[in-house]
């Protein structure tokens, strides 16, 4: 079975590639996916390294996001009209 996405708020999974902490995590870039609407490519930055993951929609990289800043101790209360074309960050 495949399976892929965030579990218990803190880890990011992708089956048969890896698992990471979101706690582990110093910063997180994303861009739209140029050739699938609604797709999303992040990065997640840990020291000199990177990962990356392939979110399916805004709501699947809000909740990445959200539960990276509550991680952080921060709550960030992104929601998907908060990410993409009107507000770059």
Do not use: P, Q
């Not at 840990?46 to 979110?55: A, M, N, S």
């Amino acid at each position: 079975m495949y399976r892929k996405g965030i579990i218990e708020e803190r880890f990011l999974l992708k089956n048969e590639s890896y698992i990471i902490d979101l706690n582990s995590v110093d910063f997180i870039t994303w861009k739209e996916n140029e050739n699938k609407k609604d797709s999303y490519w992040i990065k997640l930055h840990v020291g000199t390294k990177e990962t990356r993951y392939v979110c399916e929609g805004k709501n699947e990289l809000c909740r990445i996001l959200n539960a990276w800043g509550l991680l952080k101790e921060t709550e960030l209360l992104l929601d998907k009209n908060e990410i993409g074309e009107n507000y770059e960050f």
